[in-house]
């Protein structure tokens, strides 16, 4: 069976696995603040970056490229804080990783060498000189909390802590101590050095310990926690764990004993010491880590140690509370996170069976709670019950943890003891225990609260509720209801039994908070029961309960129900109001409800039902079954808002007086039309008299629904007129509709409304007016003025005045055109002329009206019926009274005309009448008098026409010069005018003769002009220019004649160029140009002695040069010159334009000249021009532009002679055009000259003189010149001088590529090589020169290759050389560079490619440890096999630290090779693989190597024992047969092993095996078999041996049996004196114990720890003499096999 452990050890992760490199782990780089997060800061190459593992995500550890000298983790939450590292060493920052964001920065003044998080708000921060608190809230910085001790001087501090209130504070520090001499007492050891601050009395205490803590206990009896201090040191005497309260006690409460035990080192870790140590407040136990991996736990109140053990080979460097299991996490160097934690179900069975300690296993089974002491409660519970010590008993069961002793049957127990007279009750004993202890459980409750409510201190039961010191429960709340209703409620509140609350809450009448309960436990009673019984009691609420369940959406009982529930108590009203609220919602569903709810109340209470069906509430309910209720309770408006059936609505309608007006109005519109109009003549037909005024308002509101003509046709049926006319004036203003306003004129005539006709008549315009007038004439209305208003608005005069005249109605006749309308009095007047009416009547009317209408129409109506006359006195005496009017003038000069009365003086001198009016007049009666009329009002077209067709185009003319109008003009001159030649000769004959104005001749030419009439205008000017006359020599009119006849006739333009004087030369001239007339053009010029423009007209118009040239030679002007030489110089006449621009003395067109010149070749020419031009001018173009042509005609003598003399020239642009003309003798000169020696070089190079160009480069000393020196003087074969060049060209990188594909393309190979050898000395040297040679070596020099690659790999850009080297097959320098380059798995790759080439025993073995796939270890291991086999243990070292142990034997095993690489598996036996372990044993047994296989198998227990042990069983060789008996022992096999030794008479190792089998069967049957044997000696042996298992009655027979009592004696003898020894103390024990019975002894749960105090750590250890917490089987280093490979 497993050895029970007190504590449970875990590996939660393994760091290495998750990426962190295994140097980054230790505690300069490694921080863990909480068992949340580790922080680890790593470099990858050279960049720094910060791990954070969450351990609660490990498999995705979150990577920041940070630099940072440290960085820790906030305990509880994604916040970092970051130390700087370098010259920010002293900036402290910290930062939200979840939010990206910084939350706050400080700078120290001092570098702190030390800081943690001793809060989630709070980081301790360590400097050489104090230590600070820096809170994470607001703007804070850091405090100042103490200075360092001196004592901590030179430490190196490794932790900080603080007490759970902040007032102790403690920093602790380690340092090496060295013996003073190699002979010193004093061991090499490090030294612990604390600090203990107290921040109340601000003092500080130095403390020699290496680890320490701070707690919180409360021990038994005291009210408060106390703060102990813990801490564990390890001197030169030894180590020491010390429990102490710092401060005072807290008030009431006893102080803690000081506790100090010593802390147990093996011997085999002298030198350990204490490291990390943390306080578990669940368990109350210490957790102490030493620096070799020990875990010690130890109690925290008695300080007893409880357990030691090994659980880690590394140093645990970092420690953390565990808070999920209340226990210790850490790291080790290896990167494993262990937990420690306390094995509830295990530590107290541990502490009794193992540590023997019950008092202790009591204690903390109590104290924690923990199971696993129930035996010693329940033994303890009896004894003292059985004793009559009821208290103590009611103690134990108190303190039992799990509440194992708390049953009804202790209950029942303590009601079978008889109470003690005077005494309280051992079961009230009992209880109170259990009060003051904490809550009661169900049985208890209730059993305590029988007799209290027996005896009515109800009281008691509400304070123990209050202070929850009862189980409530369902039983318990039966039990009070009897006495208490409410304290009842309270209980079952509390014990969860809905059904028991609400029927409570109903019983003590809290209805409300029956639903409100209900909802919020999710029980469902029975609400109509309930409701029933609310009804009965209290109407009032029982509404508030009905309303209250419906209130959600979904209600809690069927409405239904409630309402019956309602209406079986005749309560109405409040029926009413629950279902108000309940069918507020209006759903569908609800339409039977909402019926029966108007139904109860058009019942009971119909102005109720109104009320609602007023609010509209409701829609879903029965409408006609409502609609007949209604009725019947008298509501006719509800009825009629609910009736759909027409007859119903017809029945009810006609009562109109006893329905609201305006709504029966507004009722009608929820009708048909035709609904509506039956409903109208059913009201009309009741009793017309009492419904028409409601009748009219409907008809009104809804005439555009009904119909006008439907509502008319109604009231006509009725012969309503009256109706129709209230009706017809509501809407009459609105409509539209002609037969509205007929009906309305009609009704109001019938009704007598005259006025209201009289209105209508005036002001609509919708009405029919013929027949308005009609009706009005039939009429016979007495008064005529609704009929005159109509024929006067729509011109019916003409028949009113035939009907009144007929009529006899004369008068109003006069009332109509003096009051109504006096502007109609000439229509009036031609009706009454139609009627033969007399003169003086007509006159007279005339005379009354004066001047308020019309005199036109006046004329007109008399001029048609040729009554004119009749107006003559009017108009005389409108004249004599000053009337300017023009229609009295007009029909004053009709009647003039007619009577021939001097009309044209009338027509000449009146200013007043119409001319167009008056002109009209005349043209049939007199044309002239026409065209005095019309020339009077300028009336031109009119007078036009009337010449035109009168043939008075003299007259036309006269006017047409006169009027001077453009317009006018070019109508009467355009070609459709038939007339236009007769008038044009009037014009010319006639109408210009006559005028001295130069105006009239003006517009009159300019007219011409328009019109488009050349011939017709030369015409006209001859006739002004050419005879003699006032504007003979007007210039205008000259330039127009000319311009006239280029246009029109040009035969014509000579003879007037010459006849004529005064016209403008030049713009004829130009003119005439463009009218392509050039020797008129040429005339013009030349008569006027404009000589350049005649040229011109001569060179491009006329483009006959050979005139022009005798032009210019007759003229010799040197502008004519200019015109000539430009001409000739675009012909390409190069050498005559020459000497045209000499002749001229014009150097302007230079640019043009010379391009000319340079395009045909003509230097010799341009020469001599540009000569003439320099002397002109000095401008830099032609000076450069003559020492070109001075290199094109080869005159480098003069060229030479110029540019060494001043001058303005480019020589630089010359010199290149000279060199782009290969003319390179004279490129040589220029650049020379200007000192271009870049293309001075290139120039030298085209006329091969090699050595003066280099000279020249060398001077230039430019790239792109010594690239063409080199490449010419490599084509040339000068390699001397290109290898000078080219050493220039090598130190530009951009450069190097172009310059060896140019020696390469040509085969320049060695030169090539030479050039770069040379380059490399050179102090510009770079990498791309290595670079390439190394290349070009690898091509064609390759056993150089790998001399230059050791003197410049670093130099070298090794990718490409590497890809060089590959295509050169070259392995060996392959290998060297990827070795330098660091890709180790190709360097290996290749040389295991290549062995033969490229392999090294000593790189290979330095390569392979570097590479990072380990699949090429095992590739390697064949290599090895294959090539180098008697190497392969030498490459195996060095693959060891790394490489799979259990993979490498497998593959030995498979290819069978195991016995080469026996060195290898024992150098690494010692990590204790299995597979490794078996391997080399195999090897051992088959070498027959006992000693070796026993010194393996002691060392090494990770292989199959019991395997090994049946395979040496049978081994031919007696040392392996012993070997397996030692296997089958160490395996517990004792029989097998002891049979074993028997058979190979290894008496000895059996006598050793039946002793530590522990089994006296075993040791039994050895005795037998040694007697057997008659072997007495053995038998002796086996007595001393096996003393202890053996018993004494058995060997007492089997030596009197076999006679030899003398070998057995010395056992017996020793048995005597023990037997003897053990009665003696029995008797000692039974006097002690009869004592002790004399005294009261206190129970040992409750008594002092006395024995915990006084026994120290050896207290409870079994008799082999071992350390505190240590096993049986424990080795001395803590080493225990089956828990060393957890």
Same mark, same amino acid.
């Given at each position: 069976m497993a050895q029970i452990l007190p504590i449970r050890f875990q590996e939660h992760l393994q760091l290495q696995n998750v990426g962190v490199n295994a140097a980054n782990i230790g505690f300069s780089t490694l921080t863990m603040e909480s068992d949340k997060f580790i922080c680890v800061r790593e470099k990858v190459g050279d960049q720094a970056q910060v791990v954070i593992i969450d351990l609660a995500d490990a498999a995705n550890p979150i990577r920041r490229p940070i630099s940072a000298d440290s960085a820790i983790m906030n305990p509880a939450s994604k916040v970092i804080a970051l130390k700087g590292s370098g010259t920010a060493g002293k900036t402290l920052q910290i930062f939200n990783i979840e939010m990206k964001s910084k939350m706050k920065a400080h700078n120290m003044v001092e570098d702190v060498t030390f800081w943690k998080w001793i809060t989630v708000n709070t980081i301790a921060l360590v400097t050489d000189t104090a230590v600070f608190h820096w809170a994470m809230e607001g703007d804070s910085q850091p405090q100042k909390m103490f200075d360092r001790h001196s004592s901590l001087a030179g430490c190196q501090i490794i932790n900080y802590r603080t007490d759970a209130a902040q007032k102790w504070l403690l920093l602790i520090g380690i340092s090496a101590q060295v013996a003073q001499s190699p002979s010193s007492d004093t061991q090499n050891r490090v030294v612990g050095a604390m600090q203990l601050y107290?921040?109340?009395?601000?003092?500080?205490?130095?403390?020699?310990?290496?680890?320490?803590?701070?707690?919180?206990?409360?021990? /038994?009896?005291?009210?408060?926690?106390?703060?102990?201090?813990?801490?564990? *040191?390890?001197?030169?005497?030894?180590?020491k764990l010390h429990i102490i309260e710092v401060g005072q006690a807290p008030a009431g409460n006893q102080p803690f004993t000081k506790k100090a035990v010593d802390v147990f080192f093996p011997p085999e870790a002298q030198n350990d010491f204490p490291v990390a140590m943390q306080v578990s407040s669940k368990h109350d136990v210490i957790f102490l880590v030493t620096k070799y991996g020990y875990i010690h736990l130890y109690d925290l109140e008695s300080g007893v140690c409880i357990y030691m053990n090994r659980i880690s080979g590394d140093t645990i460097f970092v420690t953390a509370p565990h808070e999920a299991t209340s226990g210790v996490i850490g790291v080790n160097r290896k990167g494993q996170v262990l937990s420690v934690s306390v094995e509830e179900d295990n530590i107290i069975p541990y502490i009794t069976n193992v540590l023997q300690n019950p008092d202790l296993a009591l204690r903390m089974a109590v104290r924690n709670n923990l199971a696993g002491a129930e035996d010693l409660f329940v033994r303890k519970f009896n004894t003292l019950f059985s004793q009559g010590n009821y208290s103590e008993a009611a103690k134990v069961a108190a303190n039992a943890p799990k509440g194992i002793l708390r049953t009804p049957q202790t209950i029942q127990r303590f009601q079978q003891v008889p109470a003690q007279a005077g005494q309280t009750s051992p079961l009230l004993q009992y209880?109170?225990?259990?009060?003051?202890?904490?809550?009661?459980?169900?049985?208890?409750?209730?059993?305590?609260?029988?007799?209290?409510?027996?005896?009515?201190?109800?009281?008691?039961?509400?304070?123990?509720? #209050?202070?929850?010191?009862?189980?409530?429960?369902?039983?318990?709340?039966?039990?009070?209801?009897?006495?208490?209703?409410?304290?009842?409620?309270?209980?079952?509140?509390?014990?969860?039994?809905?059904?028991?609350?609400?029927?409570?809450?109903?019983?003590?009448?809290?209805?409300?908070?029956?639903?409100?309960?209900? #909802? =919020?436990?999710?029980?469902?009673?029975?609400?109509?029961?309930?409701?029933?019984n609310v009804m009965r009691i209290n109407p009032d609420q029982g509404l508030q309960f009905a309303q209250m369940m419906v209130q959600d959406e979904e209600p809690m009982a069927d409405i239904n129900q409630i309402v019956d529930v309602f209406m079986e108590m005749n309560l109405v009203q409040q029926c009413t109001s629950f279902l108000l609220d309940a069918l507020k919602n209006n759903r569908p569903s609800e339409g039977a409800l909402q019926t029966r709810l108007l139904e109860m109340n058009l019942m009971s209470a119909p102005q109720v039902a109104d009320a609602i069906l007023g609010n509209q509430m409701f829609t879903h309910y029965d409408r006609a079954h409502i609609a007949q209720l209604c009725e019947k309770a008298g509501l006719l408006q509800r009825a009629l808002e609910h009736y759909t059936d027409l007859y119903d609505i017809k029945r009810a309608i006609v009562h109109t007086h006893l329905l609201n007006p305006d709504w029966l109005v507004n009722f009608f519109g929820s009708l048909s039309v035709e609904d509506s109009l039956e409903c109208l003549r059913a009201m009309l037909q009741a009793n017309i008299r009492q419904n028409l005024q409601i009748a009219v308002q409907v008809a009104t509101k809804y005439h555009e629904q009904l119909t006008t003509q439907s509502l008319i046709d109604l009231f006509e049926s009725f012969k309503s007129y009256e109706g129709l006319f209230y009706f017809l004036g509501s809407i009459v203003n609105f409509s539209q509709e002609a037969e509205v306003h007929f009906k309305y004129i009609q009704a109001a005539c019938k009704t007598g409304q005259i006025k209201e006709v009289e209105r209508i008549c005036r002001e609509s315009n919708c009405y029919d007016p013929e027949k308005v007038k009609n009706f009005l004439k039939e009429a016979k209305l007495t008064d005529q003025l609704p009929l005159i208003i109509v024929c006067d608005r729509f011109d019916f005069v003409h028949d009113l005045v035939l009907y009144l005249y007929r009529n006899n109605l004369q008068k109003y006749i006069e009332i109509y055109v003096q009051k109504v309308n006096p502007a109609r009095l000439p229509v009036v007047v031609g009706g009454l002329l139609d009627v033969d009416c007399g003169e003086d009547v007509i006159k007279n009317l005339i005379m009354v009206v004066r001047g308020q209408f019309s005199t036109d129409e006046l004329v007109a109506e008399v001029e048609k019926r040729n009554r004119l006359k009749l107006l003559l006195p009017w108009l005389e005496s409108r004249i004599h009274d000053g009337q300017t009017e023009p229609a009295t003038h007009n029909a004053l000069a009709k009647i003039y005309?007619?009577?021939?009365?001097?009309?044209?003086?009338?027509?000449?001198?009146?200013?007043?009448?119409?001319?167009?009016?008056?002109?009209?007049?005349?043209? =049939?009666?007199?044309?002239?008098?026409?065209?005095?009329?019309?020339?009077?009002?300028?009336?031109?077209?009119?007078?036009?026409?009337?010449?035109?067709?009168?043939?008075?185009?003299?007259?036309?003319?006269?006017?047409?010069?006169?009027?001077?109008?453009?317009?006018?003009?070019?109508?009467?001159?355009?070609?459709?005018?038939?007339?236009?030649?007769?008038?044009?000769?009037?014009?010319?004959?006639?109408?210009?003769?006559?005028?001295?104005?130069? /105006?009239?001749?003006?517009?009159?030419?300019?007219?011409?002009?328009?019109?488009?009439?050349?011939?017709?205008?030369?015409?006209?000017?001859?006739?002004?220019?050419?005879?003699?006359?006032?504007?003979?020599?007007?210039?205008?009119?000259?330039?127009?004649? +000319?311009?006239?006849?280029? =246009?029109?006739?040009?035969?014509?333009?000579?003879?007037?160029?010459?006849?004529?004087?005064?016209?403008?030369?030049?713009?004829?001239?130009?003119?005439?140009?463009?009218?392509?007339?050039?020797?008129?053009?040429?005339?013009?010029?030349?008569?006027?002695?404009?000589?350049?423009?005649? +040229?011109?007209?001569?060179?491009?118009?006329?483009?006959?040069?050979?005139?022009?040239?005798?032009?210019?030679?007759?003229?010799?002007?040197?502008?004519?010159?200019?015109?000539?030489?430009?001409?000739?110089?675009?012909?390409?006449?190069?050498?005559?334009?020459?000497?045209?621009?000499?002749?001229?003395?014009?150097?302007?067109?230079?640019?043009?000249?010379?391009d000319v010149a340079n395009k045909n070749g003509n230097f010799e020419d341009l020469v001599r021009y540009l000569q003439m031009a320099r002397k002109k001018s000095r401008e830099a173009y032609v000076e450069t532009e003559l020492i070109f042509a001075y290199a094109q005609t080869n005159r480098l003598a003069e060229l030479e002679e110029f540019i060494s003399g001043p001058n303005t020239a480019n020589i630089q642009q010359v010199g290149d055009r000279c060199y782009d003309a290969q003319m390179y003798e004279a490129a040589k000169l220029l650049y020379n000259n200007v000192s271009n020696f870049g293309r001075l070089a290139s120039t030298l190079v085209h006329l091969g003189?090699?050595?003066?160009?280099?000279?020249?480069?060398?001077?230039?000393?430019?790239?792109?010149?010594?690239?063409? *020196?080199?490449?010419?003087?490599?084509?040339?074969?000068?390699?001397?001088?290109?290898?000078?060049?080219?050493?220039?060209?090598?130190?530009?990188?951009?450069?190097?590529?172009?310059?060896?594909?140019?020696?390469?393309?040509?085969?320049?190979?060695?030169?090539?090589?030479?050039?770069?050898?040379?380059?490399?000395?050179?102090?510009?040297?770079?990498?791309?020169?290595?670079?390439?040679?190394?290349?070009?070596?690898? #091509?064609?020099?390759?056993? #150089?290759?790998?001399?230059?690659?050791?003197?410049?790999?670093?130099?070298?850009?090794?990718?490409?050389?590497?890809?060089?080297?590959?295509?050169?097959?070259?392995?060996?320098?392959?290998?060297?560079?990827?070795?330098?380059?660091? /890709?180790?798995?190709?360097?290996?790759?290749?040389?295991?490619?290549?062995?033969?080439d490229s392999w090294k025993e000593g790189m290979f073995k330095d390569i392979i440890t570097k590479v990072a796939n380990i699949e090429l270890y095992y590739k390697a291991l064949q290599f090895y096999l294959d090539y180098k086999p008697m190497l392969l243990n030498d490459l195996l070292t060095v693959l060891t630290p790394r490489m799979d142990h259990t993979r490498a034997v497998t593959y030995f095993q498979?290819?069978?090779?195991?016995?080469?690489?026996?060195?290898?598996?024992?150098? *690494?036996?010692?990590?204790?693989?299995?597979?490794?372990?078996?391997?080399?044993?195999?090897?051992?047994?088959?070498? /027959?190597?006992?000693?070796?296989?026993?010194?393996?198998?002691?060392?090494?227990?990770?292989?199959?024992?019991?395997?090994?042990?049946?395979?040496?069983?049978?081994?031919?060789?007696?040392?392996?047969?012993?070997?397996?008996?030692?296997?089958?022992?160490?395996?517990?096999?004792?029989?097998?092993?002891?049979?074993?030794?028997?058979?190979?008479?290894?008496? =000895?190792?059996?006598?050793?095996?039946?002793?530590?089998?522990?089994?006296?069967?075993?040791?039994?049957?050895? +005795?037998?078999?040694?007697?057997?044997?008659?072997?007495?000696?053995?038998?002796?042996?086996t007595l001393y041996t096996c003393y202890d298992l053996l018993r004494p009655d058995v060997i007492l027979e089997l030596s009197w049996r076999h006679n030899i009592l003398d070998f057995a004696m010395p056992f017996f003898v020793n048995v005597m004196r023990e037997y003897i020894s053990k009665v003696d103390k029995l008797v000692e024990s039974e006097e002690q114990r009869k004592e002790e019975e004399t005294t009261t002894q206190q129970p040992i749960v409750y008594g002092e720890p006395q024995l915990m105090i006084t026994s120290g750590p050896q207290m409870g250890v079994p008799p082999q003499q071992m350390p505190p917490g240590m096993v049986p089987g424990m080795m001395p280093g803590g080493y225990q096999a089956p828990y060393a490979s957890m």
């Open positions: 107290s921040v109340d009395r601000k003092v500080s205490q130095p403390i020699e310990g290496h680890a320490a803590a701070f707690g919180q206990f409360k021990m /038994e009896g005291n009210s408060e926690q106390s703060t102990l201090f813990c801490f564990g *040191v390890r001197g030169a005497q030894g180590g209880f109170g225990i259990l009060l003051d202890h904490g809550q009661l459980n169900k049985y208890e409750s209730l059993e305590l609260c029988r007799p209290v409510l027996q005896q009515g201190r109800k009281q008691l039961l509400e304070k123990w509720l #209050k202070e929850e010191k009862l189980e409530c429960s369902e039983e318990l709340g039966d039990l009070v209801k009897t006495s208490d209703p409410t304290l009842a409620l309270s209980v079952y509140l509390r014990a969860n039994v809905p059904n028991k609350v609400i029927q409570c809450f109903a019983e003590t009448g809290q209805f409300q908070k029956i639903i409100l309960y209900a #909802k =919020k436990v999710g029980y469902t009673p029975d609400y109509i029961f309930l409701l029933r005309i007619d009577a021939n009365n001097n009309p044209e003086r009338f027509l000449r001198e009146n200013p007043y009448y119409d001319s167009k009016v008056v002109g009209k007049y005349c043209e =049939k009666r007199d044309p002239h008098l026409a065209c005095v009329a019309y020339e009077r009002g300028q009336c031109d077209q009119e007078l036009i026409q009337v010449c035109n067709e009168n043939s008075l185009f003299k007259s036309e003319a006269r006017y047409l010069v006169k009027r001077r109008d453009q317009e006018l003009w070019a109508s009467v001159l355009q070609e459709t005018n038939e007339y236009r030649r007769q008038l044009i000769d009037q014009v010319v004959q006639t109408a210009l003769s006559e005028t001295q104005d130069p /105006e009239d001749i003006s517009v009159t030419v300019k007219a011409f002009m328009t019109a488009d009439l050349p011939n017709e205008l030369i015409e006209l000017l001859e006739k002004i220019v050419l005879e003699n006359s006032v504007f003979s020599d007007h210039r205008n009119l000259q330039n127009l004649l +000319i311009l006239t006849a280029i =246009k029109a006739d040009r035969t014509r333009v000579m003879e007037y160029i010459t006849r004529l004087d005064n016209y403008d030369a030049p713009d004829i001239a130009n003119i005439a140009i463009g009218s392509e007339l050039y020797e008129e053009a040429f005339a013009i010029f030349k008569k006027f002695d404009v000589n350049t423009s005649a +040229i011109q007209v001569l060179i491009h118009n006329i483009s006959n040069l050979d005139r022009a040239y005798e032009f210019a030679e007759r003229c010799n002007e040197p502008g004519v010159w200019s015109q000539l030489a430009q001409a000739q110089l675009q012909q390409g006449m190069v050498k005559e334009a020459i000497d045209s621009y000499i002749k001229a003395d014009d150097p302007s067109q230079y640019m043009e000249v010379v003189e090699y050595q003066a160009a280099v000279d020249s480069a060398r001077k230039a000393n430019s790239t792109r010149t010594w690239k063409e *020196v080199c490449f010419s003087c490599v084509d040339g074969e000068e390699f001397r001088l290109a290898q000078m060049c080219g050493l220039h060209i090598v130190v530009h990188a951009d450069e190097l590529e172009d310059l060896i594909n140019y020696y390469q393309d040509r085969g320049y190979f060695e030169e090539l090589i030479q050039l770069l050898e040379a380059a490399l000395g050179l102090e510009r040297a770079h990498m791309g020169m290595f670079t390439e040679l190394a290349i070009l070596y690898s #091509k064609y020099k390759p056993q #150089k290759m790998r001399e230059h690659l050791e003197l410049f790999w670093s130099r070298v850009n090794i990718p490409k050389v590497l890809r060089a080297a590959e295509q050169a097959h070259l392995w060996a320098e392959l290998v060297f560079l990827y070795d330098k380059y660091e /890709e180790y798995d190709n360097a290996i790759v290749t040389m295991m490619a290549h062995p033969t498979k290819v069978g090779h195991l016995p080469l690489v026996k060195p290898y598996l024992r150098s *690494v036996q010692t990590h204790n693989n299995k597979a490794l372990n078996e391997a080399l044993n195999n090897l051992l047994i088959e070498e /027959e190597d006992y000693q070796g296989l026993r010194a393996s198998i002691d060392a090494f227990d990770n292989f199959d024992n019991i395997a090994l042990a049946q395979r040496l069983e049978k081994h031919e060789l007696i040392e392996f047969r012993r070997i397996s008996a030692y296997l089958f022992k160490g395996n517990n096999r004792w029989k097998q092993a002891v049979e074993l030794c028997k058979r190979d008479k290894l008496f =000895k190792d059996a006598l050793e095996y039946s002793a530590e089998s522990r089994d006296t069967e075993t040791a039994e049957e050895l +005795i037998a078999w040694f007697l057997e044997q008659k072997n007495y000696e053995c038998f002796a042996a």
